[in-house]
Each structure stands twice: as C-alpha cells, then as structure tokens.
C-alpha cells in the first residue's frame, strides 16, 4: 500500500534559534535566504518532540528543507 507521509512542524516560530519538531527526518537542510547552508545540531529524543539549534546565527529568515521516504517538504523558520 501506499504510506501517508505526515506533515512536520517546527515550533515555536518564530524564536531564538532553538525549534521543536515531532518527527526526524532522512536528510535535514537549513540555508539562510541566499542560499548558504546553516549549521545545526540535532537531539533526537524518544519523546515525540526533538530539537534542533542553529549555531550563531543572527535574526533572519531560514529556510528548512526536510525530506523523508522520498518526500521533500520546505519550511520557513524566523529567528528573532
């Protein structure tokens, strides 16, 4: 059959670089508005919430591009 690929969202947005998400992803990618991509880290947890930070960045917009099971989703995140 056919497997539903269930929608992902990055919580609270906008904030100070440190989001929530509730599911992992195959491939995670963070860039800036032009492009560059962003370091991050990730805590996966057992829980149904994981974390990722973004390293020093400043206040912007960010794009995240998420992917899984042959799935691609892109987001916006706003860092104050």
């Given at each position: 059959?056919?497997?539903?690929?269930?929608?992902?969202?990055?919580?609270?947005?906008?904030?100070?670089?440190?989001?929530?998400?509730?599911?992992?992803?195959?491939?995670?990618?963070v860039?800036?508005?032009?492009?560059?991509?962003?370091?991050?880290?990730?805590?996966?947890?057992?829980?149904?919430?994981?974390?990722?930070?973004?390293?020093?960045?400043?206040?912007?917009?960010y794009?995240?591009?998420?992917?899984e099971?042959?799935?691609?989703?892109?987001?916006?995140?706003?860092?104050?």
């Amino acid at each position: 059959g056919i497997e539903e690929i269930m929608p992902v969202s990055f919580y609270p947005n906008p904030n100070n670089g440190v989001f929530y998400f509730d599911k992992m992803a195959d491939e995670l990618v963070v860039t800036d508005i032009t492009g560059k991509q962003i370091d991050y880290t990730i805590e996966e947890s057992d829980a149904a919430e994981n974390r990722i930070s973004l390293s020093a960045v400043t206040s912007g917009i960010y794009i995240i591009r998420w992917k899984e099971k042959g799935s691609a989703r892109t987001g916006k995140i706003l860092v104050r």
